[in-house]
Structures are given as C-alpha cells and as structure tokens.
Antibody
Framework: QVQLQQWGAGLLKPSETLSLTCAFY????????WSWIRQPPGKGLEWIGE???????KYSPSLKSRLTISVDTSKKQFSLNLSSVTAADTAVYYC??????????WGQGTLVTVSS | DIQMTQSPSSLSASVGDRVTISCRAS??????LSWFQQQPGKAPNLLIF???SLQSGVPSRFSGSGSGTNFTLTISSLQPEDFAVYHC?????????FGQGTKLEI
C-alpha cells in the first residue's frame, strides 16, 4: 500500500521560508517523480515542481527563483523550501507521487498561512 | 505555460443524471491529460489518466475522451458521492498546469 505523509510549519510571517517534508511509505521510491502542488483557499490547483530519486528537478517558472526541492532517498523523503513568502503563498500544500499514470498518490495536505 | 480551461465552472445535477465536463488546452497536448475528483477538505483523487484510461479502483461510470486540445469527462449516472470538484491537468510539458475546477452540485 502506498502512503504519503507530510509535515511542516503552518504559520509563517512575510519574508520567512516555507519548509515542508513528505515521507513515502511503500516499496519503491526510485522510478517516480515526487511532486508538490498547492491550492490557495477557495481556488484551483497549482503545480509547484517535482524531483526524482537522483535529484533531478523541474520547477514552475513563476516560483523558480524562490524554490528548492530536495530528496533524501535513504529516508524516502522529499522536501519543499520556498523563500521570502508573502500572503500570496497562503495555500494548502500537497505532496504527491507522479507515476506513469499521473499524480496517483497524494499526501493529506498542509495549510500554510502567511500573516504578520 | 499551457492554459487549461474547464467548462462549466459549476454544474447542478441530480442523482442518476449523465453529466459532461469539458477541458480545453491552449495548445495541443496529445493525450497527456488527467482528471481528478476533490471532496471538500480532501486531497484530489486521480480518476482518469492519459485522457481515457480509468485509474484502478475508480468506478466504471467515469470515462474520459479527447485528444489534442479538447477533452471530456463523463459521469454516466451520478451517485451521491460524485458531488465534488473536478480538475483537469495537462502533463504534456512542465509546468503541469491545471484547469480552474468544475464544482458539481445538487
């Protein structure tokens, strides 16, 4: 059975760095891309970026200058860091597995609020 | 970026109805399209991948069609648990953009 569990700080001040980690519970970590997606309150989904087990990344151009996604294959974990956050970064953040079938497994989501 | 446009933005229907949701890409994406269902307060759930392939465990009343720039999600006979928000996503090229969502309500 595949499961993703995520955690991280839920309340940030403007200019701080958002940090989230996602752990994969399942048999095979390699061979997939590990993704981050966010959803502002009441709005649609936004793809943030992804990483594979070798550390190869793809980032959204709109976030690239502030974004770092990293992976720790020994722990089957991957992480999101987004620097210099503003209120516009307030959203539910999801981690997900990107398989040949698409985004087939998702974390539970973490609400991150940016407020002074 | 490829823009994904869903229509309608919201849709009222009844149990047993047949409903169709459309998704249009701003440029051709071949068959690289997924559909998701999202219940309130929950993560999205993959329904359809590669435009028309049913994800394992998803009821057969869900189906997808289309290629190029125009795609459709059809629910053949609505069940109470189908009232949710539906999202399309292109995975042809990064950034893998989503449509704005379609809210299906009673």
């Amino acid at each position: 059975q595949v499961q993703l569990q995520q955690w991280g700080a839920g309340l940030l001040k403007p200019s701080e760095t958002l940090s989230l980690t996602c752990a994969f519970y399942g048999e095979s970590f390699g061979g997939y891309y590990w993704s981050w997606i966010r959803q502002p309150p009441g709005k649609g989904l936004e793809w943030i970026g992804e990483i594979n087990h070798t550390g190869s990344t793809k980032y959204s151009p709109s976030l690239k200058s502030r974004l770092t996604i990293s992976v720790d294959t020994s722990k089957k974990q991957f992480s999101l860091n987004l620097s210099s956050v503003t209120a516009a970064d307030t959203a539910v953040y999801y981690c997900a597995r990107y398989s040949p079938e698409g985004l087939d497994s998702w974390g539970q989501g973490t609400l991150v609020t940016v407020s002074s | 970026d490829i823009q994904m446009t869903q229509s309608p933005s919201s849709l009222s229907a009844s149990v047993g109805d047949r409903v169709t949701i459309s998704c249009r890409a701003s440029q051709t994406i071949g068959g690289f399209l997924s559909w998701f269902q999202q219940q309130p307060g929950k993560a999205p759930n993959l329904l359809i991948f590669a435009a028309s392939s049913l994800q394992s465990g998803v009821p057969s009343r869900f189906s997808g069609s289309g290629s190029g720039t125009n795609f459709t999600l059809t629910i053949s006979s609505l069940q109470p648990e189908d009232f949710a928000v539906y999202h399309c996503q292109q995975t042809y090229t990064t950034p893998y953009t989503f449509g704005q969502g379609t809210k299906l309500e009673i």
